[in-house]
């Protein structure tokens, strides 16, 4: 596990623009934290990153799932708040992920279908700063980690 402090809304930038070079096709990200601790922050400067251009990212709340081009692959960034049913990850095109990036909102409304192979990134809010967790949940991401 690496933790990071994230002293302001520019340092949780940083972190994804850092993580980015480390991206690849079906690689998934679950984000968490409570509200306000800066998922979609991070979401938005990853993405960002990722299509090596500014790009306005709404957040998914209730559209529930964005899909944009990255220079090298699709990004999916879900949003699951407002999800009943774990299964309802299918009809949003869940399985269609495989060839891209999902970042995952509320990634425990996802249930069963959550890859045990991903990247946990926990956000939390400690006083007038954020700290950042990252938890490898397979090897390839316990090495891509030492290289951040």
Do not use: C
Not at 27 to 48: C, E, M, Q
Not at 61 to 90: E, K, S
Not at 106 to 125: C, K, S, V
């Amino acid at each position: 596990m690496r933790a990071f402090d994230l002293p302001d809304l520019s340092a949780t930038a940083a972190l994804a623009q850092a993580l980015a070079p480390h991206l690849r096709a079906g690689d998934v990200i679950a984000l968490r934290g409570g509200l306000g601790a800066g998922k979609t922050t991070f979401a938005r400067a990853l993405i960002s990153a990722l299509r090596d251009e500014e790009t306005e990212v709404p957040s998914p709340t209730y559209t529930l799932v964005q899909t944009y081009d990255g220079a090298d692959f699709p990004i999916f960034h879900f949003d699951l708040y407002r999800l009943d049913d774990p299964n309802d990850v299918v009809e949003l095109g869940w399985d269609e992920t495989v060839s891209g990036l999902s970042l995952i909102e509320w990634p425990d409304r996802a249930g069963q279908h959550l890859p045990a192979w991903r990247l946990d990134l926990m956000l939390e809010i400690i006083g007038d700063f954020r700290k950042a967790r990252l938890e490898p949940h397979g090897e390839d991401w316990q090495t891509r980690l030492h290289e951040l």
